[in-house]
C-alpha cells in the first residue's frame, strides 16, 4: 500500500538533495564565502539528507504497526484490550520512542541548517556575519532582518520559522506519540508535545506534530537554497 505522505516525504529530501548541490556548485566559485561557511552548510544538509531514510523506516514501522493493532482490536472488548496490550506493548514503545526520537532529530538537523544558510547569506551580501551567525540571534547579527529578506523570496519564511524554533525548543521536554484513524484521512501517526509545570506534565492533544510538518519545512529549505543561489550570481 503506498502511503502518499511518505512519498511526498521523499520528493521533498530528492529536491532539497538537487537544490543543495545546485547551490554548492555555485558557492564552489564565489570567492566571497568561507570554506568554513560553506562546510557548515554542507555538513548540516547531510545530516538531514542522511537521516530521511532513517526518518522514512522508522515511520512506516510504526505505521504498519499501527495499522495491524487496529485492524486486530476494533471488534475487541476491554478486558481483550487489556490482554492484547499486555502482550505486545513492550514492541508498541520501543517503536514509539524510535520514531519519537526521529521526529526530534529532524527538527534539531533543520533548525540548524537555517543557522548555517544565515552565514552563507551574509557572507554573499557583503555584510559582517561569522561561522556562528543564526538567524535567531538577533542581538549579534540582526537575524530578523534577515529572516525578513528571505521572506520576500519565500513566502511565510519569518512566520513559519518561528513556530519551528518554537516548537524545536520545546520539544525538549518530551513528546507523547498518538494513532488515529478514520474513513476520510486513514491512519495518522501523530506527536503531542508534553507541557510541564512544577507540579505536572500534560500532553497538549490540540497541537500535532504531523510528518507534513517535516516535508514543508524540507520544502522551506529547499526554497532557501534557491534563495542563496540567487544572491549568489
Not at 523570496?153 to 518561528?162: A, G, H
Not at 484521512?185 to 506534530?209: F, V, W, Y
Request: charged share 25%; net charge positive; glycine share 4%.
Amino acid at each position: 500500500m503506498t502511503n502518499s505522505k511518505i512519498e511526498q516525504f521523499k520528493k521533498s529530501i530528492s529536491h532539497l538533495a538537487n537544490c543543495w548541490q545546485s547551490l554548492a556548485s555555485k558557492l564552489e566559485i564565489e570567492t566571497n564565502v568561507s570554506l568554513e561557511s560553506r562546510h557548515r552548510m554542507v555538513a548540516c544538509a547531510h545530516d538531514i539528507i542522511a537521516f530521511s531514510n532513517l526518518f522514512n523506516n522508522s515511520y512506516l514501522k510504526k505505521e504498519e504497526e499501527a495499522r495491524k493493532t487496529f485492524q486486530e482490536t476494533k471488534d475487541m472488548n476491554i478486558e481483550q484490550l487489556s490482554t492484547h496490550w499486555a502482550q505486545n506493548s513492550n514492541n508498541s514503545i520501543a517503536l514509539m520512542h524510535q520514531l519519537s526520537s526521529a521526529y526530534k532529530a529532524m527538527y534539531f538537523f533543520i533548525r540548524a541548517l537555517q543557522d548555517a544558510c544565515c552565514a552563507i547569506y551574509f557572507e554573499l551580501t557583503g555584510n559582517q556575519g561569522s561561522t556562528k551567525s543564526g538567524m535567531n540571534r538577533t542581538k549579534l547579527n540582526n537575524g530578523k532582518k534577515v529572516r525578513e529578506e528571505i521572506t520576500k523570496y519565500v513566502p511565510n519564511y519569518n512566520t513559519w520559522f518561528k513556530s519551528f524554533t518554537d516548537t524545536r525548543n520545546r520539544i525538549k521536554e518530551g513528546v507523547s506519540q498518538g494513532c488515529g484513524y478514520s474513513e476520510k484521512d486513514g491512519l495518522e501517526i501523530n506527536l503531542h508535545i508534553i507541557r510541564k509545570n512544577e507540579s505536572s506534565a500534560t500532553i497538549d492533544i490540540k497541537e500535532k506534530i504531523k510528518i507534513e510538518d517535516i516535508t514543508y519545512a524540507i520544502e522551506i529549505s529547499s526554497q532557501l537554497f534557491k534563495y542563496l543561489e540567487i544572491c549568489s550570481t
